[in-house]
């Protein structure tokens, strides 16, 4: 479910990817499992409704996917362009005016507008699906649509699909972010986040600005030679390598394309160790509230050639952990691990996977309870471009000057009652919505203060059940 | 008599395939090294115990393959049936579509109960073809959610469907860093529930198999796969037809209730361990000889020092003399730490088995004083060469083998209950702080039992 305009062409990247993915990987053109877990395939010869077809030849693409946009421009420009078959007409929540980067906007009262439009349409996406295990939103944090209606759709999945994981793609706004009211949109967000999302993966720009510009001077400098890969999923975008522009968005958002596509190569492709989305809730939220995760994508420079010898595999392993590779900005090595998962693609084996823990766990702090708090997975299935790719999932105490930077920026506004009457209007909200908002963040920064507290620590080992001989 | 095996999971689905592979290549190789009789009897209590006939074509797996997602068991189904020499039943499968999350809970008291039927009645299937059952090898991890908590579940059902027959679960003890991060949690909610209906665990160690492929075997790269061969090749040198006291004319018809016979003489103590010799890269078999008395001592010492492999055993670990003090549970960090047996079985692979002397096994100072050192050691034997080993040795162990990585394990696990940690995601599914320490209390019992030996 992708919300706003940050939320859609983020959408926009991953359903081209993803596409770009599955062909290089499905020669024969038949629908098979790994394609329907993002796919229907649907039949267009006849009139009216299209009818699913669950087996043989690839007929027509449809993604399992819901746009929402409180404006129409980003959508319609998906519509006109190369995608626009991807996307059924149903699947569309579009209006006119936006949100005005404006939580409230976006939540109370764009959120009751059309609470039964997206229900229904939910219910719709959800029946073409024979088991259906996850639902991905996808949004900023910062505006009003991808922030205030997002964190709705959000509260709506838990009512309707209870059973259902909810993962979460938050982009969160930067320091100097041109949106004076991000802050206030941001926290009004986080309660939703903490209290109705199962798992957080939240993006800054500033890093993935960084990863960008980094991979633009590697290949500037021609460091790396001619096996640049030009078509690598990292670097192209629909219409071929770009220019490095002044926001240079496409290139950013296939970096959040590209999270999404590792997370769940797993899921999709096989591999002798397979690791499931369930099974990354299950392994990297040690407590309910605790559920926000860091990740690095690795190789980013490496567009590597077939026959890596395992110096250079070793090499990707270390960059996972160091702060330049986080799509935050923080640092995992310098605060302390509750969990960590280590997504591993292409041809690397368990050995490849056992080596790295050990080379490397000496110089990470793990909670005194999880010691060896390690989820691994290993698919078969290089991303397109790679011959192998990792992914790594931070359970970490280094989200905590993120949250910490966004409670002072916003106590900035709130001190003064700056803009808040905007928010104020609006049916539904309330001075106490800001209140409850700011108790939830600064809640959760102080979970995260006693985690750190117990860093270095003596880590006594609890005294065992003895047994009557 | 037949084995039904039952393939619980990822780990149990790949394991499972690559035991069906070895025995099979090992009935088909020209390597027997022993009469063509010998050999036609070898294959014939093989093809019994493992598979069932099909009218045209290859041999049959008696097997059933469970999984709660269907990536692994498409695949395993597909590669057995290209091998050409043998194949699974293609509707003796059960999969679903969600996997298990790594969720003991889910596995045990959401997939067990929901599933229950259709899976006991493919074990009960596979069960009606076999013209005498043995009894049910289950295959698994501990470290997940299907193989762990599912496995339990069915582990159950087949105790409550078919009180007579013998169960074994064939147990794979993840790796000590990094698989799951909830595995000791699911190992302990494991192994304290198959405690209750098994009759025997026989356990592989991921991190010991690891070290046979990298020392042993010189792989450079090792995938799993690797790994499964390695434990393949050591099931195959326990379950492949034998000789033993009591059937010496004809190869042995009740390989399990054989095993519980010699190796769990009482029910709290089930855990057993399995060492294999010699293990070595197939391009250096031809070029090594073995001689018995060579393979005996090393295995002797490796039951007796608890090593897990043939390089870098101990030699300085001696049997206590008698009058001495056994070294209590407290001294386990002393190096000279004596492992204790309840019973031992040797089987013996290849020519000129019946020269092999196991004096050595039946020393009274290996063994715990209750049981009397006649009854607690066994021997099993064949001419016939197994898996391409001119000579082979095999040894399942109820001794203190698993002592400290269970002692390890658990203190892990009780270690994150203390701080609650993960406990949510259980009691989302109905298993409660009290289940656990239940559990926690089952297997501190266990491992008191065997420290005190």
Redesign the interface.
């Known amino acids: 479910v992708a919300v706003g305009q940050c939320g859609n062409q983020v959408g926009c990247r991953f359903w081209d990817l993803a596409l770009r993915e599955h062909a290089a990987v499905n020669k024969k053109g038949i629908y098979d499992e790994a394609l329907s877990s993002f796919f229907r395939n649907v039949d267009t010869r006849s009139s009216g409704n299209g009818r699913d077809i669950s087996k043989g030849k690839i007929c027509s693409l449809k993604a399992r996917a819901l746009l929402i946009d409180m404006e129409e421009g980003v959508v319609n420009e998906i519509l006109q362009g190369p995608l626009r078959d991807v996307f059924d007409s149903k699947q569309l929540i579009t209006d006119v005016s936006g949100s005005g980067n404006n939580w409230a906007v976006g939540h109370k009262l764009y959120g009751c507008q059309y609470r039964e439009n997206i229900v229904e349409k939910l219910r719709k996406t959800a029946e073409h699906c024979d088991c259906l295990q996850c639902f991905f939103i996808i949004h900023s944090m910062g505006g009003g649509t991808g922030s205030g209606l997002g964190t709705f759709v959000l509260n709506l999945l838990e009512d309707e699909f209870p059973e259902v994981y909810r993962f979460v793609t938050s982009v969160y706004p930067s320091g100097e972010d041109d949106v004076i009211t991000s802050p206030y949109n941001s926290v009004l967000a986080m309660k939703e986040l903490n209290e109705h999302a199962d798992c957080v993966l939240p993006i800054e720009n500033e890093s993935l600005f960084d990863i960008v510009n980094k991979i633009q001077q590697m290949v500037n400098s021609g460091k790396l030679g001619s096996i640049v890969k030009q078509n690598s999923l990292v670097t192209s975008s629909a219409s071929g390598t770009k220019a490095v522009q002044q926001k240079p968005f496409d290139a950013m958002n296939n970096i959040i394309a590209n999270l999404l596509l590792n997370l769940t190569s797993s899921a999709r492709f096989e591999g002798s160790l397979n690791m499931d989305l369930n099974e990354i809730s299950m392994n990297l939220v040690p407590f309910p509230r605790l559920h926000y995760l860091v990740s690095s994508l690795t190789p980013l420079y490496t567009l590597a050639d077939v026959n890596v010898p395992a110096r250079r595999l070793d090499q990707m392993f270390s960059d996972a952990f160091s702060r330049d590779h986080q799509l935050i900005q923080a640092d995992p090595k310098h605060s302390l691990y509750l969990a960590c998962a280590l997504l591993v693609r292409g041809n690397v084996q368990v050995s490849d996977l056992r080596r790295n823990i050990e080379r490397l766990k000496p110089s990470l702090n793990f909670v005194s309870w999880n010691q060896e708090g390690w989820k691994t997975g290993l698919c078969s299935v290089p991303p397109v471009g790679h011959s192998h790719s990792l992914l790594a999932l931070a359970n970490n105490t280094c989200v905590k000057p993120t949250f910490m930077e966004l409670k002072d920026r916003f106590m900035r506004l709130y001190k003064k009652k700056a803009h808040l009457h905007h928010y104020l209007h609006i049916d539904g909200m309330e001075q106490s919505c800001f209140s409850e908002a700011i108790s939830s963040l600064s809640d959760l920064i102080e979970e995260y203060n006693e985690l750190d507290a117990t860093k270095n620590g003596p880590g006594i080992d609890p005294t065992r059940l003895k047994i009557a001989m | 008599m037949s084995i039904v095996t039952v393939q619980l999971g990822?780990c149990g689905n790949?394991i499972g395939h690559e035991v069906f592979n070895a025995v099979c290549s090992d009935v088909l190789g020209k390597h027997g090294l022993c009469s063509k009789k010998e050999d036609e009897s070898y294959q014939d209590a093989c093809k019994e115990r493992f598979f069932s006939e099909e009218k045209a074509g290859v041999p049959v797996a008696r097997a059933v393959l469970i999984d709660m997602?269907?990536?692994?068991i498409?695949?395993t189904l597909a590669v057995a049936a290209r091998s050409g020499y043998w194949k699974y039943d293609d509707r003796s499968h059960f999969c679903?579509?969600?996997?298990?999350?790594?969720?003991w809970a889910n596995g045990y008291s959401v997939h067990g109960p929901k599933h229950k039927d259709a899976i006991m009645n493919l074990v009960q299937k596979e069960a009606e073809k076999c013209d005498r059952l043995s009894g049910f090898v289950t295959i698994m991890s501990m470290a997940g959610?299907t193989g762990s908590g599912l496995g339990a579940f069915v582990t159950q059902c087949l105790r409550d469907a078919f009180p007579a027959s013998f169960i074994l679960n064939h147990i794979i003890w993840p790796?000590?860093?990094?698989?799951?991060?909830?595995q000791n949690y699911n190992s302990v909610l494991t192994l304290s529930h198959l405690y209750r209906s098994s009759d025997a665990l026989l356990v592989h160690e991921n991190d010991v198999v690891?070290k046979i492929?990298?020392q042993l075997l010189n792989?450079?790269?090792?995938?799993?796969?690797d790994?499964n061969q390695v434990i393949a090749h050591q099931l195959g040198s326990v379950f492949q037809p034998v000789y033993t006291a009591e059937s010496a004319l004809h190869y042995s018809r009740n390989p399990l209730g054989d095993l519980m016979e010699t190796l769990v003489p009482h029910p709290e103590f089930k855990m057993l361990g399995l060492r294999n010799i010699p293990q070595m890269p197939e391009n250096s078999l031809a070029y090594s000889t073995f001689s018995w008395p060579g393979l005996i001592k090393h295995l002797r010492q490796m039951l007796i020092a608890n090593a897990t492999m043939e390089e870098g055993i101990d030699w300085q670990v001696r049997p206590p003399c008698p009058g001495s003090s056994i070294p209590t549970r407290h001294s386990t960090s002393k190096p000279l730490h004596f492992n204790t047996s309840i019973a031992n079985l040797v089987i013996l692979r290849g020519k000129d088995m019946h020269s092999a002397d196991i004096g050595s096994f039946q020393d009274p100072a290996l063994y715990t004083s209750w049981l009397n050192p006649q009854d607690a050691f066994n021997l099993w034997k064949t001419p016939r060469a197994f898996n391409k080993y001119e000579k082979s040795a095999a040894l399942v162990s109820n001794s203190q083998f698993l002592l400290k990585p269970l002692d390890k394990l658990?203190?892990?696990a009780?270690?994150?209950f203390?701080?609650?940690?993960?406990i949510?995601?259980y009691t989302k599914y109905g298993i409660e702080e009290d289940n656990f320490?239940d559990s926690?209390?089952a297997l501190?019992?266990v491992i008191?039992s065997y420290a005190?030996l």
């Open positions: 990822q790949q997602e269907p990536k692994v498409s695949k679903q579509k969600q996997g298990s999350g790594n969720n959610g790796y000590g860093t990094g698989e799951v991060i909830v690891h492929c990298a792989i450079k790269q090792i995938s799993f796969r790994v658990v203190g892990k009780w270690n994150m203390a701080s609650k940690a993960y949510h995601q320490l926690f209390t501190e019992q008191s005190t």
